[in-house]
């Protein structure tokens, strides 16, 4: 069966400091990866989503990156981080078509808080 | 703009009764997704309902879809108190990514 693994859980940084946040999906091969940010108490925003292997699609400007250097390995980082970026920060997966075609199967979450 | 906005906002009723929460949204779709969210957890898929589908059930879950007037209910019949969470609907924009609404935060009391 698939899971989807995210970690940390929790991470509080300073504002200006780096941050990586690591996304991995096992039991399948080609999934489509997303990175969602979630305020407090509203709904989903698209940040990044692949198709495969380097291949990024940013859905909002910001001072955020993403990177696939593995088929199941979806990184989310930022050189320097802004009270802005604190949320709930989660990944998903889905297979076949990339969008909304299909189901999306989400991570647990990484609730970051910007200090 | 939001393609998907669910209503109401929040909902509280009593263990045993029905919940209904309503999706809108604004250009076509080819489906839409009701998800579950748990406080500080993941979401969890529910349903997928096609454009060209109306109804489907799924247990106690009844999703009906009328595309004429861009909306979308999730009923949740004999509620209990683990069905405390926040429902979201998920359009996509014919193949584009999913915009998720704002959510419902239903709450159901012993």
């Known amino acids: 069966s698939q899971t989807i693994h995210q970690w940390p859980a929790t991470l509080v940084q300073p504002v200006g400091s780096p941050l990586s946040l690591e996304c991995t999906v096992e039991?399948?091969?080609?999934?489509?990866l997303y990175w969602y940010r979630q305020a407090a108490g509203r709904g989903l925003q698209l940040l990044f989503y692949?198709?495969?292997?380097?291949?990024i699609s940013s859905e909002v400007p910001q001072n955020l990156s993403a990177s696939r250097p593995q088929d199941r390995q979806f990184i989310l980082s930022s050189k320097k981080l802004l009270l802005s970026d604190s949320g709930f920060y989660l990944c998903?997966?889905?297979?076949?078509?990339?969008?909304?075609?299909?189901?999306?199967?989400f991570g647990p979450g990484t609730r970051l808080l910007v200090l | 703009s939001q393609q998907g906005e669910e209503d109401p906002q929040a909902l509280s009723i009593q263990e045993g009764e029905n919940a209904t929460m309503n999706c809108s949204y604004k250009?076509?779709?080819?489906?839409l997704q009701w998800y579950r969210q748990n406080s500080g957890r993941g979401l969890v898929h529910l349903i997928l309902i096609r454009s060209n589908e109306r109804e489907k059930h799924s247990g106690r879950l009844r999703v009906t879809l009328d595309t004429s007037k861009k909306s979308s209910s999730l009923l949740i019949t004999a509620s209990r108190a683990a069905d405390t969470a926040s429902y979201f609907c998920a359009t996509d924009n014919y193949g584009q990514n999913f915009v998720f609404g704002p959510g419902t935060r239903l709450s159901v009391l012993p």
């Open positions: 692949s198709v495969g292997i380097g291949q």
């Open positions: 039991g399948t091969s080609n999934p489509n």
């Open positions: 250009t076509s779709i080819n489906n």
């Open positions: 998903a997966w889905s297979q076949g078509l990339a969008g909304a075609q299909e189901t999306q199967y």
